[in-house]
């Protein structure tokens, strides 16, 4: 999944800009529909982002995303299991990554997951600032999808843990750089959507581990 596999044109609708970059990143969008035609899910995600955007998550439906997307509501269903999922499709791709990482690393366990996440920075969230954006603001904005994103988020950190164990560390020691590792990578992602950055997430997230190493070394007056 390389950006660089595929050649953007130059001059874009706003629509087409958003289902061409989204394809090559883990919020599941497809490529051009002039050149590249999406298939039926890349579709589907495309049109649940533009309506969620528009509407909103609660005032969108199931039938409002299979008949954007030219599909109809069989479709959807058999595909995904409710509009939610239209959202968080990609977290298989993040998971995957993250995993691979931890698995490759020779670092201590902390450190192999900092850098893991930082993979994810560079692999899947390089140059799409905006659209993570205007997808956290979806998410905030329904307690729904709020709920669905930490189960995500705990299916994630479960899978880092069971990879660091897989390398032959206690639970307690997988746990502990997992959820560290994690903090670390809500807390520069959290500075990253924020209107004012322009900082890359990746930059972010050695900024942030580098304060907690700062934090838990320091010395007690």
Partial sequence: MSPCDI???RVMSH???LTELMSQCDVGYHRRMARWQPDARGRLEAAAFELFRERGFEQTTV???AARAGLDKRTFYRLFGDK????FSGSG???EVLVRAVTESDAGPFEAVVAAFRRVAEELFADRL???RARQSIIESSPELQERELRKTGSLAAAVTAALRARGLDETTATLATESGATVFRVAYARWVAPDSDAP???LIAEVAAELRAITSAQTP
């Fill in 7 to 9: 050649t953007v044109p």
């Fill in 63 to 65: 039938a409002d995303i």
């Fill in 84 to 87: 939610r999922e239209a959202l």
């Fill in 130 to 132: 905006e659209l993570v």
């Fill in 15 to 17: 629509r087409d800009m």
């Fill in 93 to 95: 791709r993040v998971e």
């Fill in 201 to 203: 997430l990746s930059d």
